[in-house]
């Protein structure tokens, strides 16, 4: 496969859309009062999940980076303490923060200097591409379970027009 088109596919998984939800489509407008309620069956409040994501995603990133990167605690050093966000602008701060990484993580990919095969040498055989695969299923899965505790809480019924995907 020529790399430049895996790379470009790479990209567009991290960045969501198609058969999947996009971040920005799925946190956007999330209205404040929402953020610390856990609707019923639910084991995560809106809160928690946008932490989790954060927090797991800048592991990942650090760990494809930094050899001597050192991980949270598992599993409680990748969830929120509290069930809903310290402050008003703690959930807007973590919307930026999880962005940001997700920008770099979609430049690491795209950056022609890096062998998306090779090996990390302190990573078990782990490589870029392992690594951004398993970031973008993980995002994945907790994008569409913020969508299921969003639409439990508003009784969502569409979260996001068919021509937006």
Not at 7 to 23: D, I
Not at 80 to 108: G, H, N, V, Y
Not at 127 to 151: D, E
């Amino acid at each position: 496969m020529d790399d430049d088109i895996l790379r470009k596919a790479l990209v567009k998984l991290l960045r969501g859309g198609g058969a999947h939800a996009t971040f920005d489509d799925t946190v956007t407008g999330f209205a404040p009062k929402l953020l610390g309620l856990k609707p019923a069956g639910s084991p995560h409040t809106p809160w928690q999940l946008m932490e989790h994501l954060r927090i797991a995603q800048r592991d990942i990133l650090e760990f494809m980076r930094d050899a001597k990167h050192v991980s949270p605690p598992f599993p409680s050093g990748y969830w929120p303490e509290t069930s809903a966000p310290p402050d008003p602008r703690a959930w807007d701060s973590s919307i930026t923060a999880f962005k940001d990484d997700l920008r770099e993580m979609q430049q690491l990919v795209h950056d022609t200097s890096q062998d998306l095969s090779r090996p990390l040498l302190h990573a078990n055989g782990e490589t870029l591409l392992s690594q951004t695969l398993l970031l973008a299923t993980h995002n994945s899965y907790h994008i569409g379970q913020l969508i299921g505790v969003r639409r439990a809480l508003e009784k969502w019924v569409e979260f996001m027009p068919y021509e937006k995907r």
